[in-house]
């Protein structure tokens, strides 16, 4: 299972610069215009993923990220929110590599932000983690189509194809 989850974080962080590089053209005015997102803009949407990563990453450490709500706004300047994105999606492989096997076969007991108790295969939750951000990543390709812009290739299999990323053994 390590191997699986390694490859989801090493897709995790490539995908986060693939969709960045794809953002650089988008003015500011689109970048934060409500677009129809969960999270209303796509600069709303990438603070809910940095928020997503460091309430889930504190989890995994036995930690609780107090945060107001999922909407939060934790960095409000573009640049900088790039910046602290691109150097949480790595935390996750390092994380990963360095817990034993008894950790990842573990489940993980966390208090969500309403308060209410959860205990869940750690793996599982890990894969959820992963799995969120790409829901979130397909919502903001889908608003750099509606504004002219091309999306970004962010499937697994080019991940897998442009890095050399061996398939785990199933």
Do not use: K
Request: proline letters at 4%; one cysteine or more.
């Amino acid at each position: 299972m390590r191997s699986e989850l390694l490859l989801m974080a090493g897709y995790h962080a490539w995908a986060f610069e693939r969709l960045y590089a794809a953002l650089v053209p988008l003015d500011d005015a689109a970048y934060r215009d409500d677009c129809g997102l969960f999270f209303r803009s796509i600069h709303g949407t990438l603070n809910h993923l940095l928020l997503a990563d460091r309430v889930w990453f504190a989890r995994f450490q036995g930690e609780r990220y107090e945060v107001a709500g999922l909407d939060s706004e934790l960095e409000g300047d573009r640049v900088l929110l790039e910046h602290a994105l691109a150097d949480q999606a790595p935390r996750w492989a390092a994380w990963i590599a360095a817990a034993d096997d008894a950790t990842l076969a573990a489940t993980l007991d966390y208090t969500n932000l309403a308060g209410t108790v959860f205990s869940n295969p750690l793996a599982a939750v890990l894969l959820h983690v992963f799995n969120h951000a790409t829901h979130h990543r397909g919502q903001i390709s889908a608003a750099l189509t509606t504004r002219g812009l091309a999306a970004p290739e962010l499937d697994l299999i080019a991940y897998l194809r442009g890095v050399g990323a061996p398939l785990p053994a199933v």
